[in-house]
């Protein structure tokens, strides 16, 4: 600054002297210092009034929360309101035969899976709170707003408390959350692909294990991306029941490992395991279930890849997928006119699918889903724990058209060939959503 | 209680054990700051200022619209290793910034954190508005986030920067200084030679693709007459498009102007019937071959408008 000012003196000095008693360069070097000068001076006076209007930007809104406050109590702690937000859905659903007949043999489902309302249904409203709680904690609450043989009921569909600051890649959650096995099982209902869950997720996990538990996850400082987690569950949840070992029932591992591939395309693996003891987990008909006791585990494998040209996922994109699970279970069932009868059987399930957005906002998929199961034993012949003759399958096919993120229309059909009698089904459904929207994971 | 069985206690050693193997085989002490820059004139500005004193990674490229990114594994594992985190702010991320932040478990990036820091808060942002109703599109309450478009924006947020990673890495204070005033100094005279070179696009017509130029056009007097999405954000529609060509085919507006990684069919269209010239402008570094750092990305920018106009 000192030697700008001195250099300007001398300047205004030499200005002062004849032109004969310069020579042509010396006039071009003055010049040239001139314009730099006078630059420096143009940017330190930009920059003042940027300054400047940034200072009376940040008044104008400090005056303006002011006033808004002026008006009422100061420590009503609004101010501290969490992200609200709201999601809607609905839809509409035919079955070429009764969707009473969809259940699947060998596969008696838990919880809430199986075939879509038919007709005109609304779906669960979601309302979803999430915010910080301190500089440690940040919290979040989805209630799932159901309309239940006729009636409305609020459901705790997640509510976990997330610590924040924990040191050296770790992180833990606790409440009731939805897992961290298999690649679909804590996507929400509104960031699903198709309308329902792949056969595996509906016989197996009874569309999504959620549950009240510990979760904690370790992601190791590689550049590649490497997360490890475990799951200590209450085991009130099917494919566990029963909250047994006093409440602290099952848990799992997990592992997923991903990365670019290019700047076109990323991947994510990863295998996981759910141990659960269940005693008396219903499953089947519900007026008349059956209800098993004993010990269940469950493993993972899935695979994602996801393509868009040069990473620019706004306009054309590609999203490949796949998971496969195995489930082993032993123990006595019963129930559903069947005496206690040891079973011990082993059982599998899959899918793959693709979805491909050719244009902005349109989207197409299709998926395969299929379950097989072993043979559990002549004692189990003619009721609906045999094995099924040949293995229930799927095929189903989507376009979705989304104005905007917030909003999305689906038109799917699905040709079942899981049930006692072959369906075609033809469904239209959407999800809307209102306020604060979370970011979507991979 | 059989919760202590052995194939439990079996699971529980197995991820003990993976832990504590990868723990022990991380790399030990940082040699230098790591930045993750959610895009690439924030990489390049940290890059500019710090060079060998940090290691620079960019979450996006050029090509890549910043809105609609994929919270991506490689990007969460960036984000767990990095000491600061410089991001566009004002909700450009917010789709996928804190799905990153969520899953990366760093709570030295989180915001409020000093290794978290939001370029668009020292400068005074364009267009922030209340009237936020989401019928009006992608809608920014706090006001337009492409503030990289004014270079006086990016000195202002130079010298910010300098100061947070003098914060950060307290031991290399002066290294940073030095190198900031540097790039100051080297950035003002650029900034002096493109006002100068600039000085007849004053006044200058522009039809911009998306609402992402606003801080150009106020910085060199021009006067953004429309753009191309009927709602922000939202694709461009043949009706609006033929709307547009009514309004401007026989005068007008001077130039349309997109971003690479905008679909270039709707401004080309309108470009073939009005015969106005459709260019397309590095928005960022990376975005033409010549916008290969900062000084590339603007001197690109004012030639490619000097020649697109008469």
Excluded at chain 1, 272 to 299: C, V, W
């Amino acid at each position: 600054m000192r030697v700008n000012y001195l250099k300007g003196v001398l300047l205004t000095l030499t200005l002062g002297i004849p032109h004969a008693a310069l020579a042509e360069t010396g006039i071009e070097d003055i010049r040239a210092e001139l314009t730099a000068l006078r630059n420096d001076y143009e940017q330190r006076i930009a920059d003042l009034e940027q300054r400047l209007a940034v200072a009376e930007q940040n008044a104008r809104q400090a005056s303006a929360s002011s006033q808004s406050s002026g008006s009422m109590p100061r420590n009503t702690g609004a101010e501290f309101n969490p992200a609200i937000g709201v999601i809607f859905s609905g839809s509409a659903w035919n079955y070429s035969g009764n969707p009473e007949n969809l259940a699947v043999q060998g596969f008696p489902f838990g919880g809430e899976a199986g075939p879509i309302t038919e007709g005109l249904a609304l779906g669960e409203t979601e309302l979803i709170l999430s915010s910080n709680v301190d500089d440690k904690f940040a919290a979040m609450l989805t209630a799932a707003l159901a309309v239940e043989d006729g009636e409305a009921v609020v459901e705790i569909e997640e509510a976990w408390v997330e610590a924040t600051a924990l040191p050296a890649g770790f992180g833990a959650k606790f409440g009731r959350f939805f897992s961290g096995i298999g690649y679909l099982n804590n996507k929400h209902a509104h960031s699903w692909d198709f309308a329902d869950q792949p056969l595996p997720y509906q016989a197996f996990l009874a569309n999504q294990l959620r549950d009240d538990g510990i979760q904690a996850r370790w992601l190791a400082p590689t550049d590649t991306f490497i997360e490890i987690g475990a799951e200590l569950l209450r085991g009130g949840a099917y494919p566990s029941a029963g909250a047994d070992n006093n409440g602290f029932g099952s848990y799992s591992l997990f592992a997923n490992v991903g990365a670019d591939a290019g700047t076109d395309s990323s991947w994510l693996a990863g295998v996981s395991l759910l141990d659960a003891s269940p005693i008396n987990r219903a499953s089947g008909d519900e007026d008349d279930p059956f209800l098993f006791s004993g010990d269940s585990t469950l493993m993972t494998a899935q695979f994602v890849w996801k393509w868009a040209k040069d990473g620019n996922w706004k306009d054309r994109n590609l999203i490949l997928q796949a998971e496969y699970m195995r489930r082993e279970e032993s123990g006595i069932y019963e129930g559903a006119g069947l005496s206690p009868q040891v079973y011990d059987n082993d059982q599998t399930g899959w899918y793959a699918q693709a979805i491909f957005q050719p244009v902005s906002r349109w989207r197409i998929g299709a998926r395969f889903d299929a379950l097989s199961s072993d043979n559990p034993g002549d004692a189990f012949a003619g009721t609906a724990l045999a094995a099924p003759l040949s293995d229930p399958r799927r095929i189903t096919i989507m376009g979705d058209w989304a104005n905007s993120e917030f909003s999305r229309l689906r038109l799917q059909f699905t040709r079942d060939e899981s049930g006692l009698e072959d369906d075609n089904q033809l469904g239209l459904q959407y999800f809307h959503s209102i306020g604060a929207h979370g970011a979507h994971t991979f | 209680m059989g919760f202590l069985n052995r194939r439990r206690v079996l699971h529980a050693a197995l991820v003990v054990g993976l832990v504590v193997t990868l723990v022990g085989t991380s790399p030990a002490a940082r040699a230098s700051v790591k930045v993750f820059a959610c895009e690439p004139e924030w990489a390049a500005l940290a890059e500019a200022i710090a060079g060998d004193l940090v290691s620079v990674s960019a979450a996006t490229t050029a090509l890549q619209d910043p809105h609609f990114i994929q919270a991506r594994p490689s990007l969460i594992a960036k984000v767990r290793g990095a000491d600061l985190v410089i991001c566009s702010g004002a909700q450009l991320e917010i789709g996928w910034l804190p799905a990153l932040l969520q899953k990366a478990n760093n709570p030295a990036v989180r915001p409020g954190a000093p290794g978290y820091f939001e370029a668009s808060s020292f400068v005074l942002r364009l267009g922030a508005t209340d009237d936020v109703d989401r019928a009006g599109g992608d809608i920014h309450p706090f006001g337009n986030p492409h503030v990289q478009t004014d270079p006086h924006n990016i000195a202002t947020i130079a010298k910010a920067l300098a100061a947070r990673l003098q914060e950060i890495d307290p031991a290399e204070s002066s290294r940073y200084q030095e190198r900031a005033d540097a790039f100051l100094s080297r950035w003002l005279e650029a900034v002096g030679v493109w006002e100068k070179r600039a000085a007849p696009l004053r006044g200058l017509r522009v039809i911009t693709h998306h609402n992402s130029w606003v801080y150009l056009v106020k910085w060199l007097g021009m006067e953004q007459v429309a753009t191309l999405e009927a709602v922000a954000g939202l694709p461009p529609t043949a009706t609006f498009l033929s709307r547009l060509n009514r309004d401007f085919k026989d005068g007008g507006a001077d130039v349309i102007i997109r971003s690479p990684y905008q679909d270039d069919k709707p401004s080309q269209w309108l470009a073939e019937r009005s015969g106005i010239p459709a260019i397309e402008l590095p928005l960022t570094v990376g975005g033409t071959a010549e916008a290969h750092d900062l000084f590339g990305l603007f001197d690109n920018i004012i030639d490619q408008l000097l020649e697109a106009t008469p």
